[in-house]
């Protein structure tokens, strides 16, 4: 019992990691475009029954660390299929190092997405 327990769960998990890479570079919608705020929901919402204040808060620093990561990446102009990087090492990678940064640096990289995103709806 405790095996199959174990098994749905890893089957859920890599389903999810994989339903919010696809929603990420997705060429279907322009979610560079998107407020974190939006981004947030249109990743994390199908996953939410009713978030507390503190998971809406570690899920925009997810959010953001995705969004950062995708754009320096240059995941939002390519198809889907057409990265050559493994997709969650990477980002694990990645986030691991962002984790250990002042919540000042937080701040700056949420101001820096936030001017990406003005600028990129202004061309629109």
């Not at 009713?50 to 995705?66: G, H, I, M, Q, Y």
Request: aromatic share 12%.
């Amino acid at each position: 019992m405790l095996i199959t327990c174990f098994s749905f769960a890893s089957h859920s998990f890599t389903n999810w990691r994989n339903q919010i890479r696809q929603k990420l570079v997705t060429p279907d919608r322009n979610v560079e475009g998107m407020s974190l705020k939006a981004l947030q929901r249109y990743l994390f919402s199908a996953f939410w029954l009713c978030p507390s204040v503190t998971d809406e808060n570690k899920n925009f620093r997810l959010t953001l660390a995705l969004r950062a990561f995708a754009d320096g990446h240059k995941l939002f102009r390519k198809a889907p299929n057409a990265t050559s990087i493994d997709f969650w090492r990477a980002f694990k990678t990645n986030i691991d190092s962002m984790m250990k940064q002042s919540p000042e640096r937080w701040t700056s990289l949420k101001q820096k997405h936030t001017r990406k995103i003005e600028a990129l709806n202004k061309e629109d």
